[in-house]
C-alpha cells in the first residue's frame, strides 16, 4: 500500500513539471499560465473537493481493492449511478460486473462506484480512502485533450464514505 501511494504522491507532484501539464494535485484545471488544458469535456462524474486533495500525508491515505466493472454490463452499473456516486451492492451483483472476478473480502461489503478517465491506456485507477471520504482517481499520458469517458467500478468498503471525490488528470 505505502508504494502505490508513494508512487501516486510521486506522480502528483511531479508530473506538473513535465513538458507544461496543469495542476493535477487538486482541481485538476490548467492554470491560467499554461494552455495545456487535460480535457476538452468534462463529465458530470467529475467531482473535486473544493480544497483539493492534500498528499502530503500519505499515512492518512487507505487503499482499497476495486474491480472495473467489464463490457457489457457497463450500461447497467451506469444507470444505477445514475443519481448516486456509489451505490451498495449484493456479493451476486458484484460478481456479475465484474465477470465473476469479485472477490469478497470479511468484514467489507461491495460497493459500485462512479469513476472517469482521459486515456485509459496509458495509465491507472486509484481508489483511496481518507477517513470517511472515498477518491477515485486515474491518472495518465497524452499529448492533447480529450473527452473525460466514465467508467464504474466495484470497491470493497467495511462502511458507505460519507463523501465520494471522482478526479482525473493527464500529464504529457
Known sequence: MKIRVTNAICFLLFAPFVNGCGNLVSTRVSSTQDSHQEWSTQDSWYKTPTSGIDW??????????????TGATEPK????????SIVQ??????RTFTGNQFK???AKRPYLVRAVYLNKETGGFSVFLDGNKLIVSHDSLGHSAVPMKRQALVVSLSAQPSQVFVTCGMAE
Open 77 to 84: 452499473a451506469e444507470s444505477l449511478l445514475k443519481q448516486k
Open 56 to 69: 502530503s500525508h500519505e499515512e492518512r491515505f487507505v487503499e482499497v481493492k476495486f474491480q472495473e466493472v
Open 104 to 106: 469478497p473480502t470479511k
Open 89 to 94: 451492492l449484493s456479493l451476486a451483483q458484484a
